[in-house]
């Protein structure tokens, strides 16, 4: 079956500092990506997507490229603010399962100014 | 455009009571699908209804069921409650359709379950 596997964390940074959040998947077909953030207290949010190999979705700064060689879609931010202190989940939806979303374990992370 | 409401967003229940938890998708959004929040499972799918019809089912005991309206709303009850309930549980509604932008799962703020 489908999984995904992504840095537990928690992360700590400074603000301003980069910020990478690895995320790994395992799918039998063709994916999509997504990247979701649960602030406190709130649901989860559509940060960004990627639907095919070498796709890059991006979004308030905030970057992944779907590396179908690697199986990875890495989160990346180049400067991260407070406002960004938050639980963020990778997830893949497999079409075949009408688009049933498969989620990684969540990683917290919180920027101290 | 309104989001996805969940109600109630808090609910304190005792073991052995059943609970209802409503969801209003998205106008236009005819895919209603739930997930149950732990700290130790994380994220879990429960099941997703489209056009009042279970379409996909997660591995949940059968104390846990759902329903669909005609006007795409959807409801999820758990009876029999256990400790191990309490949880953030999420819906999250979809448009359906051909392409990935159509089905795009978006999701309420939640209705977070304690049990005692």
Known sequence: GNSVTQMEGPVTLSEEAFLTINCTYTATGYPSLFWYVQYPGEGLQLLLKATKADDKGSNKGFEATYRKETTSFHLEKGSVQVSDSAVYFCALSDPRSNYKLTFGKGTLLTVNP | ?116
């Open chain 2, 1 to 116: 455009k309104a989001g996805v409401t969940q109600t109630p967003r808090y609910l304190i229940k005792t073991r052995g009571q059943q609970v209802t938890l409503s969801c209003s998708p998205i106008s236009g959004h005819r895919s209603v699908s739930w997930y149950q929040q732990t700290p130790g499972q994380g994220l879990q799918f429960l099941f997703e209804y489209f056009s009042e019809t279970q379409r996909n089912k997660g591995n949940f005991p059968g104390r846990f069921s759902g329903r669909q309206f005609s006007n795409s709303r959807s409801e999820m009850n758990v009876s029999t409650l256990e400790l191990g309930d309490s949880a953030l549980y999420l819906c999250a509604s979809r448009r359906e359709g051909g392409i990935l932008a159509k089905n795009i799962q978006y999701f309420g703020a939640g209705t977070r379950l304690s049990v005692l």
